[in-house]
């Protein structure tokens, strides 16, 4: 299968450039009878959303959706469900300049590498913009796989990193424009954004997550472990270069005598654990205790200072960018990563019905 | 798909449980004509072989290998080529104790939890024997892609960490029992190793690749990112709990401007960079620079030690493991992360025969 | 994977229902750099459309398509390609007597058993609209396959047989409304379809079809037959119920001694047949002699005569269709056959080139 | 993905050559928990076995199968269920005097023109032994799908055709050498096989299959419709040249207002059909009635009388075969197309559980 559909059962195919007729995402597999909220999925496309805050990008996008198929008086049909965003505020113009040049860090040249043609207005497929059909789908997958809850939150920006929290509740993180719980680091962190902003730089962070009310028995032993899925779906976001598990790198330092999480009985007959290391997740598949992780963000490669760099001729070349960028990914990162890990919940919990 | 395959045009599928008639793997999508090297099949087998070294456990393992489709006067067919492990010194009676245990943070629970049904005489799917399949895959996959080079390396181990380099020879790697390359670091890593051991005990660590003569233009844009499949690749072997692209969870403390990797004019009319922090892959592409990557291995769950747990029925027990396992599966896991480096890498390679 | 994707290396995945926002394709997998003749394109789907002869429903439909994302400059991307053609002369008033009457013969009670909801507006997405989707997506195939052709056409309407030929030209097809390439038997045919249209009737008959050009080695030796990927393609279009490749139901009849297509020396020192009783394929793969097949089309079952039936309630009902429809869907069938022909063979193309 | 595995969520891999190490199948998706009835595959596979009857191929073959993987006490664990069947009566001498020919209507040049290099001795790939990894996997599927019924019977040999039946009884088909229910048929039909075995040649025919008990709502609508998936399973059997879905090419002569199925009050309130020219089949999703179809199989390509063909440098020969082959392969194919339909039953099955 080509590179741009995500899911077995639950399976997305999004399309579309940041500067072309515009973007969008096909849902195939959402069961029939589902009542959709689009109200619910407004609310997490205004979290993904250029200019929603100080500290992002000025830039502003349609977000404004249109549901092309799938659903009929307000459910959904068991057909494809397809989202479209229409591409409005996309001014070539401003990538005019760098149309023979390579971005440092950016996909310009391994793209035209890679298929020898590319669009040079935006990003094309690169874009953060095609995020932007991700929440939406992962929208739909959240209201699929209620009770589950997924909560993600900014852990760290640059070195202000916040407290060490799972128990982290979906209203705090919406409290600053940070989307880190805590208010103190929030505040930092913010004014180090807006420091880093004034210096025409970027900056990188962590962003972490928990998933409630996971059952046990999703994911699959070997290839589809659960924590698979989840690492190949937050390292498909642009600007990701790593991911965690459960107590990831730091737990490589412990002893298993210390690392390992003991049973004990819990209600129902079904036994519980007493700490979390294993981040919920057993031999690939769900414990029923929280599934956490981590995803890592580099600093975004668009920075406003003069870089060196070559051109399409490999030719050497001086980079000034303009235009409107976020100083630090990591306040929008956070409603992709909880997309894309409900989109991976949801996949799973239509896998576990054939699995016995 | 269910979940025992991997890869898209080279298509892996294992099979087997640790006790039962054998462990395989049918390799789909192997182009006709490859002259196959057996010898370098063991070769890796033999690293990947417990009962290597004084450090790893002392279980006696049948990596005997049977080629049972495929292959015929020495070259594939291009039809699916099939490796046949039979399991000899599995002795279930020293699961029997542990029947009707849930071993800490092992898949026994899961496993009951999925499928109602599980085989209590080892780890079934979940055992790292699996993984045999898996490294003779890999070695295939290798033949395939050459002249890309994949070296892992053991990096860390708890607290001991080796010097920060990528630019690691594959002879340095297998001059001691750690696979460090590194002399000093890895005397201080073994005797750490058998430390632990003597305390019935178990220590994590982190493992480095790096895949070198990777072309540019290897991986999709989108959710097929060479990096997203890396890290699910990485993230499905046993024990796996966190995987870093390039700069990784370091590069997220970094500015832009600090972070971008700058091209310059290189041969062939083609760019190069300067520096690595995209670890080889932009934009989910590979760039043409080494591909760079780490793995994050948990202790392992196996301790010798009592630990507090509970039965099948929900019931507070006590476990005491025996038999033989690994203090460290880091040694071990080097050949594992190269062969599903491999892997991906040579899926990627067939793949991209399409893309133009 | 859910089923409205359709390929592997070339994959079409199509949304849309008859009476929603607009119906759609995305093609995943088109190489970069083909410069699409959108011209071409119209001219495909001029020939599905409603409407376009006297012996076709009356039916109006807006096949003016906009190319959402993919391409740029006049050439693909290598990202994914979609259409979208919006629905205008949709009219659900149409259907509002039949919304809880199952029609004879269509998919109403069977979408309702399935998914427990339906769009009752027109057919949802068993409606022949969606073929739409796939004309315009197989006239980008042809484009990728050339110079192999793809020739479909009329061969029989309920017992008006054309001459048993199959070096047929293109142009021949489209010289009369039936596309039937032999002007005595077409006229026939019209005149046959035009008797059952004034009786409110409708009648089958059999499109046949050949591939030239295509070289030896497409298809896969076992699953993947280029034979059984043609016969899943055809199947799938509304009311196609039989399919046969080369000598298909009469080969059945003969002795081997007869059936067998002997070898003998070829141009460019590849052996060719005397005879194409394989319909160009052999053991799944196609040995470079023309791909001939043909696809059995069921009387539509929209009639305008009552017919019996049951309600939603299970109740006895009559139902009287209202309406514009075809009185046979062989002469706009011919598209349909032709597109996903194209289809099958792009994808194995794309295919083989990962086979050695 | 390549060609050698079949099925979404039960996906069957096959693997093996007719003279290599052995023939197997994977089986991925198999449901935990299933008691297996190891004693009816091997029913299965005796009916497929060569020798089996005097109109047979006197060939041997072992068809003892193993259970690699997938099963413990009995039961299946949702791990792959592998089983493997060692080649023991493979006599590559007896293709020694072919192995620089094309024989005519054989893969042997198809082979080598897409993969350059192939197995001579027997089919390869293309041999009909690989069929006995698809009977044990349908066996398994039946065992799934329970109480769904598949019975398949040879309906036709040359011009010897039984009577226009589909309420046929497995027991009825197994009365007889030929697998034709009809027994004055049957007697007919075996005389003209031994006829055409005395000379030398072979003959082809039709099976045809009823499934019983089959729920409405099984397929999906547009690509994966249910007729497409059997039409699919059906051609990908070696020696099939043609398929058809109830009434077939028959109905392609009728007047819709004599094919369309009338629904009538059926029992728990659901309706039924009062005819079913639909094979059980609407808009590509079954409706509770019966499922019925036909494949038609050319004569078998091994005569027993010289042919005209080339060689592999592309020049003139006369190819004489020798061995032991059918002279009629219809009622052996009868348990492969039961096998082949239950898989893809099996399939749907599993796939509807993700529909609502």
Known sequence: MPGNSFGERLRITTFGESHGGGLGVVMDGVPAGLLLDLAAIERDLARRRPGQSAITTP??????????????????????????????????R??????????????????????????????????????????????????????????????????????????????????NA???????????MEALIRAIRADGDTIGGVVRAVCRNVPAGLGEPVFDKLE??????????PAA?????????????????????????????????????????????????????????????TIFQPQATVDVHNQPATLTPRGRHDPCVLPRAVPMVEAMAALVLADHVLRARASR
């Open 178 to 188: 940070v989307r880190c719980p805590d208010p103190d680091a929030a505040a930092r």
């Open 94 to 175: 401003a990538y005019a300049p760098f149309k023979d040049l390579y971005r440092p860090s950016h996909a310009d040249f391994t793209t035209q590498a890679k298929y020898g043609h590319r669009d040079w207005r935006g990003g094309g497929r690169a874009s953060a913009r095609e995020t932007v059909a991700r929440v939406a789908a992962g929208a739909v997958a959240r209201q699929l796989i209620a009770p589950i809850e997924v909560v993600a939150w900014v852990h760290r920006v640059g070195d202000i990193e916040g407290p060490d929290l799972w128990d982290v509740d979906a209203g705090a993180v919406e409290a």
């Open 228 to 237: 698979a899925d989840l690492a190949k779906a937050m390292l498909s976001l």
């Open 59 to 92: 830039r502003k996008e349609a977000d404004a959706f249109e549901v092309l198929s799938g659903l009929f008086e307000g459910r959904t049909l068991g057909s494809p469900l397809t989202f479209l965003f229409r591409n409005v505020d996309a001014d070539p």
């Open 241 to 301: 270069k790593g991911f965690e598990s459960g107590s990831g790198y730091a737990g490589t330092r412990m002893r298993g005598s210390a690392h390992n999480d003991a049973f004990v009985p819990g209600p129902n007959g079904v036994p519980i654990t007493t700490t979390n290391r294993s981040g919920g997740i057993q031999g690939g598949i769900s414990n029923g205790m929280p599934v956490t992780f981590t995803v890592a963000f580099k600093p975004v490669a």
